[in-house]
């Protein structure tokens, strides 16, 4: 059983950052792909980010590259997201997920990810 829980969501302007926290618990040791997605109104859940936890590969959305970073601490069982430069069009839900996969080009399919936390809102303003 793998549980998620994220944190570090809320309101900014336009330019400002964000840090996204998930919270892992497992009790069992594996490689997991953990992603963070986002999904805003009206609009289709999306891969923003991904990590494999056993060498630390990152992939990127094209419309984050440069603005975010992923990253994963082993020691504390935690993923983050930091974000910066937040567009309007950033505002959305962001979800973490994960499975006992590596990560591929393929990463930002849903339905490839079996553990998911419960969300928390992004809410950029111009």
């Known amino acids: 059983l793998v549980q998620l829980v994220e944190s570090g969501g809320g309101s900014v302007q336009a330019g400002g950052s964000l840090r996204l926290s998930c919270a892992i618990t497992?009790?069992?040791?594996?490689?997991?792909?953990m992603v963070w997605f986002r999904q805003a109104p009206g609009k289709e859940r999306e891969g923003v980010a991904a990590?494999?936890?056993?060498?630390?590969?990152?992939y990127y959305h094209d419309s984050t590259k440069g603005r975010f970073t992923i990253s994963h601490d082993s020691a504390k069982n935690a993923l983050y997201l930091q974000m910066h430069n937040l567009e309007p069009e950033d505002t959305a839900v962001y979800y973490c997920?994960?499975?006992?996969?590596?990560?591929?080009?393929?990463?930002?399919?849903?339905?490839?990810?079996?553990?998911w936390g419960q969300g928390t809102q992004v809410t950029v303003s111009s």
């Open positions: 997920a994960a499975d006992r996969l590596l990560c591929s080009m393929d990463w930002g399919r849903e339905e490839w990810y079996n553990y």
């Open positions: 990590i494999d936890t056993d060498d630390d590969t990152t």
């Open positions: 497992t009790h069992t040791y594996s490689t997991y792909c």
